[in-house]
């Protein structure tokens, strides 16, 4: 049985606590100025997906942004399994967070900070709003262009998602369940919190790795092709890809495999999910329930 959610628990910086409880420094410089990095993960069926991949990308991103981890990878690992086993549910979402941390003086100065850690569960979050999860969503291309690598790499799972967050407003604003942002040449990018695949011709489309936060689900899906004989090409997409795609769906460890019915008004094929994103959902399902590439946890 859950435990009540006031229950769940919450690693911080060395302590577990109830999250009601979990506290960070007003002057911790992920919260003055988004300076820290994250990665999530999820929880299915007592098995948490991909552990290792997750975790050694939570560290490329601490290397890339400098920052002083006080964590080993096993120790981050065994904190992730202690929090998710404590929390008992099946079906959990995992979020790790680890900041620049407080310096000395609540500053830009990077000198003397100390880390900050954060490691919570909760039961099962998707990306896709409640009530949508069975249906094909709509999708806008906004005005607002992804962050360019030159000024802050994707490849880095950081907590500065401003950019995200304000793409992602414009298209709920104009109507549309998800935004998708376009590179500063025009090419199709990412959705916030997505990786984007478009299917023509019974292949498969995604953005190259060179521009975008290369996702753990984005591998899954490479994989579940591969083993299905489909074909992936990485390739520069402009949104007439998008428009007239036989399929389009998103892919996040936040809700999985998304089908896209609908792009900027215009229908994508039936608008309704096609053959090979319910193909690639139904194996992707299927590696979640039988714990393909999990790590067992203890559940209540």
């Known amino acids: 049985m859950m435990a009540p959610e006031a229950e769940w628990i919450a690693y911080v910086n060395g302590e577990y606590v109830p999250q009601s409880e979990a506290k960070l420094s007003i002057f911790d410089h992920g919260i003055l100025y988004g300076d820290g990095v994250f990665d999530t993960c999820c929880t299915w069926n007592g098995y948490i997906f991909k552990l290792d991949q997750h975790v050694?990308?939570?560290?490329?991103?601490?290397?890339?942004?400098?920052?002083?981890?006080?964590?080993?990878?096993?120790?981050l690992r065994s904190v992730i399994i202690k929090v998710v086993e404590t929390n008992g549910e099946k079906n959990q979402y995992i979020k790790c967070l680890v900041t620049r941390g407080v310096g000395p003086r609540p500053l830009l100065s990077t000198l003397g900070c100390r880390a900050s850690v954060v490691v919570f569960s909760r039961p099962y979050l998707s990306l896709v709003e409640p009530g949508k999860e069975e249906k094909a969503v709509s999708a806008r291309i906004t005005n607002i262009r992804r962050t360019p690598s030159q000024c802050l790499d994707p490849k880095a799972k950081n907590l500065n998602y401003a950019n995200l967050v304000l793409a992602k407003m414009e298209a709920q604003n104009a109507g549309a369940d998800e935004a998708i942002l376009l590179d500063i040449q025009g090419y199709v990018n990412e959705a916030p919190g997505y990786n984007v695949f478009l299917v023509r011709q019974g292949k498969i489309y995604t953005p190259p790795a060179d521009s975008i936060l290369v996702g753990v689900t984005r591998e899954t899906v490479f994989e579940i092709a591969g083993k299905q004989g489909l074909e992936v090409i990485e390739d520069r997409l402009i949104p007439y890809d998008l428009y007239t795609a036989d399929e389009v769906f998103l892919a996040s460890t936040a809700g999985g495999i998304v089908p896209v019915g609908e792009v900027d008004g215009r229908a994508i094929s039936s608008g309704k999910p096609g053959p090979i994103t319910q193909k690639v959902n139904e194996l992707y399902l299927e590696m979640l329930e039988k714990g393909v590439h999990g790590t067992p946890f203890k559940t209540k």
């Open 56 to 75: 050694d990308r939570l560290f490329r991103s601490i290397h890339a942004f400098q920052i002083d981890m006080p964590l080993s990878r096993e120790e």
